[in-house]
């Protein structure tokens, strides 16, 4: 089980498979190296590598304070420093496209190119209500089998997704416990979630444009409640040879293995290779 010590102690989880380009895969918010086992087979000739950030999955918890954009952007750089890696593209889902953003800012010589999988500069706030409604929450559901029969019906934006992929889903969602299915997080990231959000929302837009220079794409998806048409509009302005595209009947988020998701990393990939 690949691990290393983060600066402050903390022992985290990541796997590094495959050979070539560098490709560090960072998940979304609750979630772990598993947001990324739909497309994984689809991505040739990179070397795969998947951090499980503090407090998420096989990593280690910490204290809920360190839970931040910041912290978690310096134990990437740690990680990649781990590895003796220069540098390396990122494919950030959601939480993950924010810490590229700011390793942009911060550590952009660390970096090759970025794609952004429904995450942009500005977050729609319907969206992020949805996501403090469950976070640090336990499910209802006692079983995978239960969760899967509900959990498609509840994902809004999400249409003509066959039950088996919501089968596969729930088990990297959640884990079994002896009453029922648990969150595979530490759920004092809810506390560090809402305590951030009691100040006022910082302006990301200079974080998107630190990404000058890079090769960049961002996947949407079409009816997804987080990424606003009109952000996606205005991050195409702003970088009009990013490469961008919109993957239908998917909300937040897209799972990386539809058509119209890997024919725009593969153009990206093209670009940084």
């Given at each position: 089980?690949?691990?290393?010590?983060?600066?402050?102690?903390?022992?985290?989880?990541?796997?590094?498979?495959?050979?070539?380009?560098?490709?560090?895969?960072?998940?979304?918010?609750?979630?772990?190296?598993?947001?990324?086992?739909?497309?994984?087979?689809?991505?040739?000739?990179?070397?795969?590598?998947?951090?499980?950030?503090?407090?998420?999955?096989?990593?280690?918890?910490?204290?809920?304070?360190?839970?931040?954009?910041?912290?978690?952007?310096?134990?990437?750089?740690?990680?990649?420093?781990?590895l003796e890696i220069d540098?390396?593209?990122?494919?950030?889902?959601?939480?993950?496209?924010?810490?590229?953003?700011?390793?942009?800012?911060?550590?952009?010589?660390?970096?090759?190119?970025?794609?952004?999988?429904?995450?942009?500069?500005?977050?729609?706030?319907?969206?992020?209500?949805?996501?403090?409604?469950?976070?640090?929450?336990?499910?209802?559901?006692?079983?995978?089998?239960?969760?899967?029969?509900?959990?498609?019906?509840?994902?809004?934006?999400?249409?003509?997704?066959?039950?088996?992929?919501?089968?596969?889903?729930?088990?990297?969602?959640?884990?079994?416990?002896?009453?029922?299915?648990?969150?595979?997080?530490?759920?004092?990231?809810?506390e560090a979630v809402l305590?951030?959000?009691?100040?006022?929302?910082?302006?990301?837009?200079?974080?998107?444009?630190?990404?000058?220079?890079?090769?960049?794409?961002?996947?949407?998806?079409?009816?997804?409640?987080?990424?606003?048409?009109?952000?996606?509009?205005e991050m195409r302005k702003?970088?009009?040879?990013?490469?961008?595209?919109?993957?239908?009947?998917?909300?937040?988020?897209?799972?990386?293995?539809?058509?119209?998701?890997?024919?725009?990393?593969?153009?990206?990939?093209?670009?940084?290779?």
């Amino acid at each position: 089980m690949p691990r290393f010590t983060t600066s402050d102690g903390l022992s985290l989880h990541y796997t590094d498979d495959g050979a070539g380009l560098p490709l560090l895969c960072l998940a979304g918010l609750t979630r772990d190296g598993h947001d990324f086992d739909y497309v994984a087979p689809h991505l040739e000739a990179v070397r795969l590598i998947r951090l499980d950030y503090r407090g998420r999955g096989q990593s280690d918890w910490g204290d809920p304070e360190t839970y931040t954009i910041p912290v978690e952007a310096r134990d990437a750089v740690e990680l990649l420093d781990h590895l003796e890696i220069d540098k390396t593209a990122i494919l950030g889902t959601s939480r993950g496209g924010l810490i590229a953003m700011m390793l942009a800012a911060t550590a952009k010589d660390r970096l090759s190119a970025v794609a952004l999988n429904d995450i942009g500069p500005e977050i729609a706030p319907e969206g992020l209500e949805v996501i403090k409604d469950y976070l640090g929450r336990n499910p209802v559901w006692k079983s995978y089998e239960e969760a899967a029969d509900v959990i498609g019906a509840r994902m809004a934006g999400f249409d003509n997704v066959p039950p088996e992929r919501w089968a596969q889903e729930v088990r990297t969602l959640f884990r079994e416990g002896p009453d029922g299915l648990v969150i595979p997080y530490d759920p004092k990231l809810r506390e560090a979630v809402l305590g951030s959000g009691a100040q006022p929302a910082p302006d990301l837009w200079p974080l998107f444009e630190a990404l000058s220079g890079l090769p960049l794409c961002t996947i949407r998806g079409a009816n997804s409640n987080l990424l606003s048409p009109e952000t996606f509009a205005e991050m195409r302005k702003r970088r009009p040879d990013m490469v961008a595209t919109e993957v239908p009947d998917r909300g937040h988020i897209p799972f990386l293995d539809e058509p119209e998701a890997l024919d725009a990393l593969s153009r990206w990939l093209k670009m940084v290779r």
